[in-house]
């Protein structure tokens, strides 16, 4: 069994600054690709950051230059520093990652996250 948990949503003004954070857990051999999702209402899920165990990182271009993803590989932990953060940016983030498993040894499995909520008020 795996488990990402999320913690960080909350309530934050218009642009000002949030920070989350998603450990994951369990029969874990390795991880590839950590990275956030979001969706807002009516809105389709779309990809935010994502970063590979190497730490290469790509970002949704509405969020590129204000947010940040990093990743501790020791703690299997992702984090999304936000910044500048904008009335649009209001969704719920789903964090996700890519996970070789001892169950499931051969391939990759995505696992996500709760989804916390995130709303900037303007």
């Known amino acids: 069994q795996v488990q990402l948990v999320e913690s960080g949503g909350g309530l934050v003004q218009d642009g000002g600054s949030l920070t989350l954070s998603c450990t994951a857990s369990?029969?874990?051999?390795?991880?590839?690709?950590m990275g956030w999702y979001r969706q807002a209402p009516g809105k389709q899920r779309e990809l935010v950051a994502a970063?590979?165990?190497?730490?290469?990182?790509n970002y949704a271009d509405s969020v590129n230059g204000r947010f940040t993803i990093s990743r501790d590989n020791a703690k299997n932990t992702v984090l999304l520093q936000m910044n500048s953060l904008k009335p649009e940016d209001t969704a719920v983030y789903y964090c996700?990652?890519?996970?070789?498993?001892?169950?499931?040894?051969?391939?990759?499995?995505?696992?996500w996250g709760q989804g916390p909520q995130v709303t900037v008020s303007s």
């Open positions: 996700y990652a890519d996970i070789r498993t001892r169950a499931r040894s051969w391939s990759y499995t995505k696992y």
């Open positions: 369990g029969s874990i051999l390795n991880i590839n690709t």
């Open positions: 970063i590979t165990s190497g730490g290469s990182t």
